[in-house]
């Protein structure tokens, strides 16, 4: 089992990273409500959404966001 994160979309691909490493995959092998920013669970041929990992990365995000503007 892996973990990615949807970068971007470009067409009918999905760019997904991998630690360092980008890859394309196709959008149609996703779950249809995958978005830019969801934390992909890759087990052998299934593919999930981790939305604990994704909310946690919201809330990080946020959190940096706050230290930021409330200086």
């Keep these: 089992m892996k973990k990615g994160i949807i970068d971007r979309f470009e067409g009918d691909l999905a760019v997904v990273e991998f630690n360092d490493t980008m890859k394309d995959i196709p959008k149609a092998k996703l779950p249809k409500e ?32 706050d230290e930021l503007f409330d200086n």
């Design 34 to 65: 995958a978005d830019i920013g969801d934390v992909l669970i890759f087990d052998d041929d299934k593919i999930t959404i981790d939305t604990k990992k994704k909310a946690k990365l919201n809330q990080e995000i946020q959190d940096l966001m």
